[in-house]
T-cell receptor
Framework: GNSVTQMEGPVTLSEEAFLTINCTYT??????LFWYVQYPGEGLQLLLK?????DKGSNKGFEATYRKETTSFHLEKGSVQVSDSAVYFC???????????????FGRGTQLTVWP | DTEVTQTPKHLVMGMTNKKSLKCEQH?????MYWYKQKAKKPPELMFV???????INESVPSRFSPECPNSSLLNLHLHALQPEDSALYLC?????????????FGPGTRLTVT
């Protein structure tokens, strides 16, 4: 089946520190992979995506590379800011099966807190 | 424009009330979704509409009744809810077709059942 495993949180960093949030997946087909971010009191925002192996998604200084050999999609940022404090969800979409049409599989979420 | 709007932002209802949540998108997406999210948890899929037809119902209790009046609108009718139904209800939309589909989420409706 399809599943996503995210590193346990919470993650607490000082401003300008390097961020890595690990994400690995299991999929029956050829999934697309996503990172979503949820700020307090808000809905989920699409942060970045990758649709095939070796694709790198990037946005707002965040990056993640689709690694098929390690079934991973780790989120990285070189220098975090206080405004990056949020919950980050790794997710996959497996488009190949009729019964799972449109379904997103989410990881548990990782709370990131950045201190000034 | 990648905006999905939801109303109301907050809703408090008693267990005998009937209320509705509304969702709207103008991105031309033909798939729309309802999710329930509890605090500190990922969203849980409730319903999926594809081309205005219900395609997935994740065994949601009948006190939740979805409706898709047209390709831009999605409603969730609520009746006789329980306190454990208190949660953030998120609407999302996406394109339909082959290939991975990102979903665009609305800001959610914070529901409290008293």
């Amino acid at each position: 089946g399809n599943s996503v495993t995210q590193m346990e949180g919470p993650v607490t960093l000082s401003e300008e520190a390097f961020l890595t949030i690990n994400c690995t997946y299991t999929a029956t087909g050829y999934p697309s992979l996503f990172w979503y971010v949820q700020y307090p009191g808000e809905g989920l925002q699409l942060l970045l995506k990758a649709t095939k192996a070796d694709d790198k998604g990037s946005n707002k200084g965040f990056e993640a590379t689709y690694r098929k050999e390690t079934t991973s999609f780790h989120l990285e940022k070189g220098s975090v800011q206080v405004s990056d404090s949020a919950v980050y969800f790794c997710a996959l979409s497996d488009p190949g099966r009729g019964s799972t049409l449109g379904r997103l599989y989410f990881g548990r979420g990782t709370q990131l807190t950045v201190w000034p | 424009d990648t905006e999905v709007t939801q109303t109301p932002k907050h809703l408090v209802m008693g267990m005998t009330n009937k209320k509705s949540l509304k969702c709207e998108q103008h991105m031309g997406h033909r798939a729309m979704y309802w999710y329930k999210q509890k605090a500190k948890k990922p969203p849980e899929l409730m319903f999926v509409y594809s081309y205005e037809k219900l395609s997935i119902n994740e065994s949601v209790p009948s006190r939740f009744s979805p409706e898709c009046p047209n390709s831009s609108l999605l409603n969730l009718h609520l009746h006789a809810l329980q306190p454990e139904d208190s949660a953030l209800y998120l609407c999302a939309s996406s394109q339909v077709g082959s290939g991975g589909r990102e979903q665009y989420f609305g800001p959610g409706t914070r529901l409290t059942v008293t």
